[in-house]
């Protein structure tokens, strides 16, 4: 099965979490996992990324944090995802070498040349949709991808993605779709079936 999913972590991480996320990675279309948590203390994320890393070691995703390369390089974690507003991304790929870093783009260009530069393995662009985890984010047109097709760096594209409107993104140039409410925080399917969503 072809992997093209860039999955993100709910902003909570509850007692069945690790077995809703053995149960997803299982049915073998995700690449990427990008732990993301804003309210929890380093001593405790720092925990969680340690179970977490056991599991995507297991079912070959890529482990990717969020903000945080100091963490990335204390537990061995695959790579680190930066936004625009997370510190110097020439200090981060300095310490994280050859690991993996993303770097967020929005709709934006410019933002994903000056990227480049700071040799970026991957381009996040969105949000494309009105998104549950980011409610207030920027809104990207989708014009934006076929702008973007001369960067020869792989696409993630993020927001309000679900089962009804990710193939669109996939034809107009995204290698990767972000996904974390339709998976996590589905009123109507478990995660391990709303996986199953993507083909």
């Known amino acids: 099965m072809k ?3 860039y999955l993100i972590s709910p902003n909570e991480i509850k007692k069945n979490f690790y077995r809703n996320l053995e149960n997803v990675l ?14 929890i203390s380093k001593k405790k994320l720092t925990e969680v990324a340690k179970k977490i890393k056991k ?8 482990f990717i944090i969020n903000d945080d390369y100091r963490l990335v390089a204390k537990i061995g974690a695959d790579g680190c995802h930066m936004g625009q507003e997370d510190g ?4 981060a790929r300095k310490k994280l070498k050859k690991k993996i870093m993303g770097i967020t783009c929005h709709d934006s260009i410019l933002l994903a040349e000056k990227a480049v530069k700071f040799e970026a393995n991957y381009l996040a662009f969105g949000s494309f949709f009105k998104s549950k985890l ?7 047109n989708l014009r934006i991808l076929k702008q973007i097709r001369k ?21 107009l140039g995204a290698k ?17 079936i709303a996986i199953k969503k993507f083909k």
């Not at 299982?26 to 309210?39: A, E, P, T, W």
């Open 26 to 39: 299982s049915y073998g279309n995700v690449m990427f996992f990008q732990l993301r948590i804003k309210k």
């Open 134 to 140: 980011k409610p207030n984010a920027k809104k990207a």
């Open 151 to 171: 960067i020869k760096i792989p696409i993630v594209v993020i927001g309000g993605i679900n089962n009804l409107n990710y193939k669109r993104l996939l034809r």
């Open 3 to 5: 992997r093209f999913i």
């Open 55 to 62: 599991i995507t070691q297991k079912y070959k995703v890529k």
């Open 88 to 91: 110097s991304f020439k200090i």
């Open 176 to 192: 990767y779709i972000a996904l974390s409410s339709f998976i996590w925080d589905n009123p109507k399917l478990k995660p391990e």
